[in-house]
């Protein structure tokens, strides 16, 4: 089975910091990888998705993540926040090999202060 | 831009009694999913649904739990008998075929169990 731990349950930063929001996953079996953006009373939107090749994965909003396969990480990192990064990322695995289901961590919500 | 639509958007209910949720997936999407999240907790798969019948279903995913597509663009999630512990979001997300991973999620549907 899979399994997804983002270490922060909150993290608040000032508009044009840089934010990194931290995810490290657990499996017996070759993953695919995500992340998702839940913005206030919207559903989960996909902002990127690591499948094979590089490790370094750009998404939406100048968002990217970078696969470490040795420290089982896959952290969310943009260089410069803007307030309407406000909201709640999760990330998620899947076993690789077709339409899996998605496993979840918890979330983190980014507030972004002025 | 194509979106996932669910109704309703909150539903209470008492206990015992059975509750249906509607979900109008992206029209030309194949895989479709529901997912909950109870407050404070993590977003929780359910049931995977593909070519008119369940592929995937957790342990959440009891007797009490069915899925349907009635007519080919509705796909609806009953409840039979709701406990307290079934207070939660719940999505629904469809895929299309080829895009590994990448769900569209509705907005979510609360359900509160008095």
């Known amino acids: 089975a899979q399994s997804v731990t983002q270490l922060d349950s909150q993290v608040p930063v000032f508009e044009e910091a840089p934010v990194e929001l931290r995810c490290n996953y657990s499996s017996s079996v070759s993953v695919y990888l995500f992340w998702y953006v839940q913005y206030p009373n919207q559903g989960l939107q996909l902002l990127l998705k690591y499948l094979s090749g590089s490790t370094l994965v750009k998404g939406i909003n100048g968002f990217e993540a970078e696969f470490n396969k040795s420290q089982t990480s896959f952290h969310l990192r943009k260089p410069s926040v803007h307030i309407s990064d406000t909201a709640e990322y999760f990330c998620?695995?899947?076993?690789?090999?077709?339409?899996?289901?998605?496993?979840f961590g918890k979330g983190t919500k980014l507030t972004v202060n002025p | 831009e194509p979106e996932v639509t669910q109704t309703p958007s909150h539903q209470v209910t008492q206990m015992g009694q059975e509750v249906i949720l509607r979900c109008v997936p992206i029209s030309n999407h194949l895989y479709f999913y529901w997912y909950r999240q109870i407050l404070g907790q993590k977003v929780e798969f359910l049931v995977s649904f593909y070519n008119n019948e369940i592929s995937e279903k957790s342990e959440i995913f009891d007797d009490q739990f069915s899925v349907e597509r009635p007519d080919g663009s509705n796909f609806t999630l009953k409840i039979r008998s709701t406990k307290l512990e079934d207070s939660a979001m719940y999505f629904c997300a469809s895929e299309g075929q080829g895009f590994i991973g990448e769900l569209f999620f509705g907005e979510g549907s609360r359900l509160t169990v008095l």
């Open positions: 998620a695995v899947s076993r690789q090999g077709g339409s899996e289901k998605l496993v």
